[in-house]
């Protein structure tokens, strides 16, 4: 297992810009691509973002690309998504989280990932 712990979320303006972080401590981090899910209440947990254990390949919901960019820094064990522009429908707890399995690609489906951090509120005031 692998714990992690999300920071950066808070209250900010429509068209403002937030920097979320996640901590990992645990199993070899650099090994495992990650993700950034959210959810709003009363909606199903969304994938956002993910980025593969190198940094070099990232994917996004169609909902977020253009606004939003995932890094990594594995000398540091800590994942980040920049957030810009954001939007009233931006509002929701983000997760970060670990697959279950080393894997090349990036998976999508909450399903996959076994480890998550407590989340971290961003609410985006119109």
């Known amino acids: 297992q692998v714990q992690l712990v999300e920071s950066g979320g808070g209250l900010v303006q429509f068209g403002g810009s937030l920097r979320l972080s996640c901590a990992a401590s645990g199993r070899t981090f650099s090994r495992y691509a990650m993700g950034w899910f959210r959810q709003a209440p009363g909606k199903e947990r969304e994938f956002v973002a993910g980025?593969?254990?190198?940094?070099?390949?990232?994917e996004y919901a169609d909902s977020v690309k253009g606004r939003f960019t995932v890094s990594r820094d594995n000398a540091k064990n800590t994942v980040y998504l920049q957030m810009n522009s954001l939007k009233p429908e931006d509002t929701a707890v983000y997760y970060c989280a670990a697959p279950y399995d080393v894997y090349s690609g990036i998976y999508r489906g909450p399903e996959s990932f076994g480890s998550w951090g407590q989340g971290t509120q961003v609410t985006v005031s119109s």
């Open positions: 980025v593969i254990w190198s940094g070099r390949r990232t």
